[in-house]
């Protein structure tokens, strides 16, 4: 048996903490996706160690399979025997990816070992090139011209393919005192949907992959590059076909009145983030001379920004400021460094103009009662409530949670607790006590955004539910229905005054839960490739660091130590709770704490730790910190200096080798190993004195 086969169990016991155990009956599906691993010659036998050490063993390989791979270089291979009682795997390689340290292999990894596809098949491309490079006037007809107003994209200095476009302008309506007063905004979302039609060759592989996939440096696209960059791409002025989200906004953020159209949009600048933050906050500066006839909408669009921003913390909206990053890599796709990614007005203006057209179409959509995917995102657990409230309580804070949880109550805490020295810790565990949002065909609320319905209409070149709203869209703006199962759209029956529509057949229902199942599946596969990519990176980027000390927060607590987010790298590391002292620590999972039980030393969420790189484990993606308290560096640096024979300085090399030995020394000697405690201290002892004399140097005779 193998990690990921499909088995029947039968549970014959529970343990102490009521885990069910059980016993293997029978092997019901054996994983036929590739393993990767490394191709290696021990002893005269080929062997590939996986790069997933889930799988447990090694795989043979016969001398005749080994595809003229060489030692050391990472392959795929698949299982030709599998796994006995008595013998090991058995397996054949079937492609040579290359040397492990080649630029990009991290990604040629993942994408194997999550199964994400990453080759279009042949009559996708066959299919994307058939396509016409620009638009025919038959691809006009039906369609609202709105090449003249001055629509603008805005986005990252990195992107390349861009789906939404936006323009803001006052208006009024009526006449006097009365007079109604606000904006209209446009959202503009490049008509994927015009392209890919249900069942043909892009469709399939749009659908098998359902979301693009980003790494550093590289992007698997949902579509073809001709699409994605080409013709869904909303260029500067280029002409581009769009579905347009048309709304009216009053000056409370309320949104007044909307509509949904087909039509064919000019984008009249391609700005960044940076440059329209730079023009909000200085009219007068270098961007905004550049930018002069973009100036007016630019400012009309920070106004309805701001009344969308009023409206959101009326509905009670949760809102966190959290520090996401951005890993900056070399030419040969080495982490440079990590950056915090600055979120500005600029980023909050696109957000709240994107949620309110996702808003618009759930609503439309809604309301005539047609089978769609929704984003649902439920309220906290009972479980993970009473763990926060007793968590709150334990904190001593006044504030508490209702049985039933509203998102208001979560930002009211939010903003009580925002001043306060452990203001990260209690934000963490709101977080954590969310449940993740999924993709249903059953309408939910969306719980953080404190909406009754939502769903994703603005992204359909790299999210395949986007584009099945698209369509739903286009059906029901001709008063005909969208059917998932067949991609047919058929007239829409008859309703009589004050009836209701059909309700959509039991299978059809179930066919769109399936694709809301498949489409949350595929996006949480994605996420996990994109992280074991950067963790790649990262540990990668740590070897560099070895022995080196940073400053840093403790970011999570557990029973087995602390993890260590460091304050220059924002890199994240575990400190085991062996290398915490010589005392007992007694884990708090209400607190979530460490508490030593000699000292009462403390180790919570948001703690100020200052720690040394200890080990890097780049296969297993995991990074080791140990903890330098104050005074120790210096006695420390002092056994390595005398170990080397010569001054050093941590992060030196000499020093660093004798100090990693002694560091290894103390923490087997308090039991930090399979091995007795005596066995241990005098082995890595033993390695010290090695690293000593390897190093010191020689005396003249």
């Known amino acids: 048996m193998l990690h990921r086969d499909r088995v029947r169990v039968r549970i014959v016991r529970y343990d102490r903490k009521g885990r069910p155990e059980g016993r293997v009956l029978d092997i019901l599906e054996r994983r036929k996706a590739p393993i990767i691993g490394r191709l290696l010659h021990e002893g005269g036998v080929w062997v590939v160690a996986p790069e997933d050490k889930r799988y447990g063993q090694d795989i043979l390989i016969p001398k005749n399979a080994t595809a003229s791979g060489h030692a050391g270089q990472v392959v795929a291979i698949e299982l030709t025997e599998p796994p006995s009682l008595y013998s090991q795997p058995v397996g054949r390689v079937t492609e040579v990816l290359g040397e492990i340290d080649d630029p990009g292999m991290e990604i040629e990894i993942a994408v ?57 302008e006052p208006h009024r309506q009526g006449r006097g005192k009365n007079a109604f007063d606000g904006w209209r905004l446009v959202v503009a979302i490049a008509d994927v949907s015009h392209y890919v039609k249900p069942g043909e060759p892009l469709d399939r592989d749009a659908y098998e992959r359902a979301t693009s996939v980003y790494f550093p440096r590289r992007v698997i696209p949902m579509l073809p590059e001709k699409l994605s960059n080409g013709l869904c791409s909303l260029n500067p002025d280029e002409h581009r076909l769009a579905m347009v989200c048309d709304l009216l906004v009053d000056r409370g953020g309320e949104v007044t009145a909307y509509q949904f159209y087909p039509a064919v949009i000019r984008s009249h600048a ?63 796709g080495r982490i440079e460094k990590i950056v915090p990614r600055v979120r500005t007005e600029a980023h909050r203006l696109i957000e709240e103009a994107m949620l309110a057209a996702n808003v618009c179409a759930a609503d439309f959509i809604a309301q005539a009662e047609h089978p769609s995917l929704y984003r649902v995102h439920e309220g906290p657990t009972p479980e993970k409530r009473t763990t926060l409230q007793n968590y709150l309580r334990a904190l001593g ?142 540990c990668r980027y ?63 969420v948001g703690s100020r730790v200052r720690v040394q790189v200890s080990r890097v484990d780049l296969d297993g993606r995991k990074i080791d910190f140990r903890l330098v308290r104050e005074g120790e560096d210096d006695r420390l640096l002092a056994r390595g200096r005398a170990a080397s024979g010569k001054p050093g300085r941590t992060g030196d090399g000499t020093a660093t080798a004798a100090l990693d030995a002694v560091h290894r020394a103390d923490r087997e000697a308090r039991g930090g190993t399979r091995r007795s405690r005596g066995d241990a201290a005098g082995g890595a002892k033993k390695q010290a004195t090695v690293a000593r004399k390897s190093r010191a140097p020689r005396k003249p005779r």
């Open 270 to 332: 391609r700005l960044t983030y940076t440059e329209v933050a730079a023009i909000l906050a200085n009219t007068r500066g270098p961007e905004a001379v550049r930018r002069e006839a973009l100036v007016p909408h630019l400012l009309h669009l920070h106004e309805v920004y701001r009344a969308l921003l009023k409206h959101r913390a009326v509905r009670g909206a949760v809102d966190f400021e959290t520090t996401e990053t951005q890993i900056v890599c070399d030419d040969h």
């Open 112 to 168: 194997r070992k999550y199964e994400v596809p990453h080759r279009f098949s042949p009559e996708t491309i066959a299919q994307a090139a058939a396509l016409p490079d620009k638009l025919r006037p038959v691809d006009r007809r039906h369609r609202v011209d709105l090449t003249d107003v001055p629509l603008v994209t805005i986005d990252g200095e990195d992107a390349r393919d861009f789906d939404d476009a936006v323009y803001c």
């Open 397 to 538: 804070l006044g504030l508490g949670l209702s049985e039933e949880p509203k998102p208001g109550e979560y930002q009211a805490i939010a903003a009580a607790t925002r001043d306060r020295p452990d203001a990260t810790q209690i934000h963490t565990m709101l977080l954590r006590s969310m449940q993740q949002a999924i993709y249903s065909g059953i309408k939910g609320s969306h719980f953080g955004l404190a909406y009754e319905a939502y769903t994703h209409f603005t992204s359909p070149i790299r999210r395949y539910p986007d584009l099945l709203i698209h369509r739903v869209l286009k059906a029901l703006l001709h008063g005909k229905r969208y059917h998932l199962s067949t991609g047919v759209v058929e007239h829409a029956p008859k309703v009589r005054r004050g009836g209701k529509a059909p309700k959509p057949h039991m299978q059809e229902a179930e066919r769109w839960e399936a694709a809301g199942a498949h489409c949350s599946a595929n996006e949480r596969r994605a996420d996990e490739a994109s992280r074991d990519v950067e963790a790649w990176l990262k």
């Open 542 to 604: 740590m070897r560099d660091h070895l022995g080196e000390e940073f400053a840093g927060t403790v970011s999570a607590v557990a029973s087995f130590g602390l993890f260590v987010t460091l304050d220059a790298l924002y890199v994240d590391g575990l400190v085991h709770i062996t290398e915490l002292g010589g005392e007992y620590y007694r884990y708090d999972e209400v607190r979530q704490e460490l508490r030593g039980e000699r000292t009462g030393v403390r180790y919570v």
